[in-house]
């Protein structure tokens, strides 16, 4: 059984311990950024791969070993003043876990009018810019920010210890200035030989023109391309999983694998409604893996429902054709099969999909594939059968 009785698997929130697998190379590549002060390291890859988790998991290490870390969350931030908020937010916590008297002298350095308030979680005094600069000019927020990054790299510098900084989704940046806040960054970064930084990010075609030559991350750092965990090792780990839980899994792993893949987070919540749907039979099949995807997509059908029909009628029968994967999508075959009207406006509506996250460009019949196998599976079921065509099972 699990450490806690319960489920197996876990996908909500960073993943620590005995929930967390492989990713030992990339922790490893992390930890070495963090040990050489001034460092950096980009670090991207598509979403729901595990990126945060692994690199918590190098935080941790990098603390272990005596160092100091966090991680600055700036997918939500709508102004450069909420970056830099989250930024000091998470270095008060990590300063007053691992430094107690730091937290007085942080602030000194910063120069700033700010607030100072308990973390909730653990009751260290952490601080926050005054929140009317929200609405101050971009240059004047800038300002703020790019001290807030001083006043670490100082800090670090004054007590002679590294510290780590993680800017998890780093490409948010270009939302304050799109080219002048990238290189606003760089030039902050770029003098700081205290602070080891990590900019991790999840919009690989955003990063890919931030890292392009003349551009402004061009040369700035390492690169760590985030992929898939090896199918083998994960359906191996699932597998254990089940058995320890007292699920004999009749290597429903691989199946798993295949039919989800390659999100790491996408093929853990289906385990995790496998073991949730076989617990009380104490077996897993085949089989059951349908069943244990059919239900992940009821469970968000009122939000696929949603996206669905905030879709415009010629990109929802541009889905119906990535799904059914029966020809090219802009052959004569297809647009007339589809309604999908011209090539041209199909090429378009397939490339507004791509920008908005729901379809990748794929090896498949059609050059598409879909982000989400929620998605995809959710097109299958429910409106493939509006053109003819029924779902495909999963790969067996």
């Known amino acids: 059984m699990t450490s806690d009785g319960g489920n197996p698997f876990r996908i909500h929130g960073v993943v620590e311990g005995e929930y967390f697998t492989d990713r030992a190379e990339e922790i490893v590549r992390v930890l070495r950024c963090f040990r050489e002060p ?13 990126k945060t988790s692994a690199l918590t998991q190098g935080i941790a290490r990098h603390e272990a070993e005596g160092g100091v870390g966090f991680l600055a969350d700036l997918s939500t931030a709508t102004t450069l003043v909420d970056v830099a908020n989250r930024l000091l937010e998470a270095a008060g916590v990590a300063l007053g876990r691992r430094w107690k008297d730091a937290i007085h002298d942080f602030v000194a350095r910063l120069g700033l009018s700010l607030t100072l308030r308990p973390d909730p979680a653990t009751g260290t005094v952490v601080p926050s810019l005054d929140l009317r600069l929200r609405g101050e000019a971009i240059e004047q927020q800038r300002t703020s ?10 800090l670090a510098g004054g007590r002679g210890a590294t510290l780590g900084v993680v800017l ?24 700081h030989r205290h602070v080891s930084y990590v900019l991790a990010g999840s919009q690989q075609h955003i990063i890919e023109r931030m890292v392009d030559q003349g551009a402004a991350f061009y040369g700035l ?16 780990w699932i597998d254990d999983r089940l058995g320890r839980a007292g699920v004999k899994a009749d290597g429903v792993g691989s199946r798993i694998v295949e039919a989800l893949g390659p999100r ?45 029909r905030d879709l415009t009628a010629l990109q929802q029968n541009v889905l119906r054709a990535v799904a059914a994967d029966l020809d090219g999508l802009t052959t004569a075959a297809s647009l007339r099969r589809f309604g999908l009207a011209s090539s041209g406006s199909t090429a378009n509506a397939a490339g507004a999909l791509v920008g908005a996250g729901r379809l990748l460009r794929a090896p498949t019949r059609t050059g598409y594939a879909f982000d989400s196998p929620f998605l995809r599976r959710w097109v299958e079921l429910t409106t493939l059968s509006d053109v003819g065509a029924g779902p495909r099972d999963p790969p067996s």
């Open 264 to 308: 790491t987070r996408d093929i853990v919540q289906v385990a995790r409604q496998l073991h949730a749907n076989c617990a009380a039979t104490g077996r897993a099949t085949a089989e059951e893996v349908t069943r244990a995807l059919d239900d992940v997509v009821g469970e968000q059908q009122a939000l696929l429902e949603s996206l669905w």
């Open 145 to 154: 920010f790019a001290q807030a990054l001083d006043a670490l790299d100082a």
């Open 221 to 236: 750092a390492d690169h760590l391309a985030f992929g898939p965990i090896d199918p083998a090792h994960l359906s191996r």
């Open 38 to 50: 001034g460092s950096k390291l980009l670090v991207y890859g598509p979403r729901r791969m595990g």
């Open 168 to 191: 998890d989704e780093f490409q948010e940046i270009r939302r304050f200035g799109g080219d002048t806040a990238e290189w606003h960054l760089r030039g902050i970064l770029q003098h």
